[in-house]
């Protein structure tokens, strides 16, 4: 996930100041069932510090053991842990260690990337012949590809594109639009964040609340409603309103009519719902239908939730199920695997 990539970038920047050697570790390729699939990664620095994490705790531990001959050779291996002989995972992921630098170069280019809200992807390329006696390969390695220009994740790789790869797309990071800045839009920014989203705060002019009030938050504004910049809510984008003003809610409509996130969910009852659309509606009856039909009011799937913290869950797994696609069900229900 794009977020969790930018913290191995952050956190491999703050490394670098000690002058430390990193290397990372990528899970490649996988047979059978794990905790997380191809694409998850994993820091470690040579004073045997950790970043991120490759599975749900049993794998890392051999990780580390095998990255310490990468901190002596700065070449690129790959290894494979078989949790079908073990107690954790059941089965066999193959993972790429390779020596990690963030160049000034990569650095300033990714921080654009992350700014224009651009897609970018990564190409790791790794051979598993002889993975049994862990040979090393001075050709494996990860390249990142940003607007067409392909940079290594270390500036001395050598790499050969002809081999096997694995090639991951990372889209903009998922963003939250909360409108309102009373304690239940507090308990949502804070899951959101955990979550690994970015949250804006859109408070109106007489709220009284600073970003201080909203830790972690991007940014906290109080725009006059007819002049609200709406021009960063893209299809990566989740919008929530919560002011707990029917009239307000009113006009949040009305500016946000013309756009389309991929989710758009509203506070209170159905027959609230129904007053705001015919509000809105007797004022701007020629709106595209489909900006209505997709509101979800009220936001949330069904947990019995009642306090603010359980409010706020209900309305991230109301909002991840329409990103993954997924219908919520008890995964004791569901026939085949939890990923598809």
């Known amino acids: 996930m794009t977020h969790e990539f930018k913290k191995l970038i952050k956190t491999a920047l703050q490394w670098q100041l000690d002058d430390v050697k990193i290397v990372l570790a990528t899970v490649v390729s996988l047979q059978g069932s794990s905790y997380r699939r191809p694409g998850v990664r994993m820091l470690i620095n040579d004073r045997g510090e950790l970043m991120g994490a490759v599975s749900g705790g049993c794998v890392e531990k051999e990780v580390v053991h095998q990255a310490q001959s990468v901190f002596e050779t700065q070449q690129a291996k790959t290894m494979a842990y078989d949790g079908r002989f073990r107690l954790g995972c059941e089965g066999i992921i193959y993972i790429l260690i390779e020596p990690f630098y963030v160049d000034s170069a990569f650095a300033k280019a990714f921080t654009e990337t992350l700014q224009s809200r651009t897609t970018f992807y990564c190409q790791s390329y790794y051979t598993l ?73 859109i408070a109106s002019p007489d709220a009284q609340k600073t970003i201080h009030y909203f830790p972690g938050a991007s940014s906290l504004s109080t725009p006059i409603i007819e002049h609200l910049d ?111």
């Open 129 to 201: 012949d002889g993975i049994g006696e862990q040979l090393e390969h001075t050709t494996m390695g990860s390249l990142v590809e940003i607007n067409g220009h392909k940079m290594p994740l270390h500036p001395n790789a050598k790499i050969d594109t002809g081999l096997i790869h694995f090639k991951q797309k990372f889209p903009p990071i998922f963003q939250l639009y909360i409108f309102g800045a009373e304690h239940d839009a507090v308990a949502l920014c804070s899951m959101a964040i955990n979550v690994g989203w970015e949250v804006h705060i």
């Open 230 to 340: 709406t021009s960063k809510i893209d299809k990566n984008t989740a919008v929530v309103l919560m002011t707990h003003s029917f009239n307000k809610d009113v006009q949040y409509l009305i500016a946000l009519r013309e756009t389309r996130p991929a989710y758009f969910g509203m506070l209170g009852p159905s027959h609230r719902r129904e007053r705001l659309f015919n509000e809105f509606l007797e004022r701007f009856p020629d709106t595209d239908p489909t900006f209505i039909e997709k509101i979800h009011g009220p936001a949330g799937v069904n947990i019995g939730a009642e306090s603010a913290p359980e409010i706020a869950i209900s309305i991230i797994a109301e909002i991840l199920t329409i990103l993954r696609n997924q219908k919520p069900i008890s995964l004791r229900e569901k026939a085949g695997t939890i990923h598809e």
